[in-house]
T-cell receptor, first 114, second 115 residues
Framework: AQSVSQHNHHVILSEAASLELGCNYS??????LFWYVQYPGQHLQLLLK??????LVKGIKGFEAEFIKSKFSFNLRKPSVQWSDTAEYFC????????????FGAGTILRVKS | ETGVTQSPTHLIKTRGQQVTLRCSSQ?????VSWYQQALGQGPQFIFQ???????GRGNFPPRFSGLQFPNYSSELNVNALELDDSALYLC??????????????FGAGSRLTVL
């Protein structure tokens, strides 16, 4: 079965620190990859996505993610976090030959201290 | 454009009861997916509806069922509620068809508590 692993469940950073959230998936075929974010009190929102092409994708609010096919990874990065980045971040994978479902990781709760 | 709206936002039921959750998809979207998010976990795929038919199902028993209406809105029905059904139920809509990449727009969810 497909699975998505997010390496850290809780991350605490100070403002201006760099962020990297790990995400690995278990499916070997063609995939679409996503990062969703849930700010406190808000619904899930798309942060960025990878379908094909340049494996380094840029999303909203200065976030980027790199797809490394050989490592089955899609790590999320931001050079300098802000207090407003406090949220829960979910990595999700759609294995194209296995239907339309997204398989989500368990999420990483990021708290940025001001 | 209007987003995805879900109702009710919160509800409490007892074991054995039945519940219906409702979802209005974002304007222009024709596909609706339902996810269950238990506390401390990521969303888990329940099923997807496209053209009023179920188009993919996750590992959920038959007592989880759904409908999609001609206006693309949707319902999730759960019969014979169990304590483990307590969760946030998320509806997501997209404009993709029966295949292809899904970029989902999520609603705020319906939080179900089963006592």
């Amino acid at each position: 079965a497909q699975s998505v692993s997010q390496h850290n469940h809780h991350v605490i950073l100070s403002e201006a620190a760099s962020l990297e959230l790990g995400c690995n998936y278990s499916y070997g075929g063609t995939v679409n990859l996503f990062w969703y974010v849930q700010y406190p009190g808000q619904h899930l929102q798309l942060l960025l996505k990878y379908f094909s092409g340049d494996p380094l994708v840029k999303g909203i609010k200065g976030f980027e993610a790199e797809f490394i096919k050989s490592k089955f990874s899609f790590n999320l990065r931001k050079p300098s976090v802000q207090w407003s980045d406090t949220a829960e971040y979910f990595c999700a994978v759609n294995a194209l030959l296995r239907g339309n479902k997204l398989v989500f990781g368990a999420g990483t709760i990021l708290r940025v201290k001001s | 454009e209007t987003g995805v709206t879900q109702s009710p936002t919160h509800l409490i039921k007892t074991r054995g009861q039945q519940v219906t959750l409702r979802c209005s998809s974002q304007s222009g979207h024709n596909t609706v997916s339902w996810y269950q998010q238990a506390l401390g976990q990521g969303p888990q795929f329940i099923f997807q509806y496209y053209r009023e038919e179920e188009n993919g199902r996750g590992n959920f028993p038959p007592r989880f069922s759904g409908l999609q209406f001609p206006n693309y809105s949707s319902e999730l029905n759960v019969n014979a509620l169990e304590l483990d059904d307590s969760a946030l139920y998320l509806c997501a809509s997209s404009s993709q068809g029966a295949s292809g990449a899904n970029v989902l727009t999520f609603g705020a969810g319906s939080r179900l508590t089963v006592l």
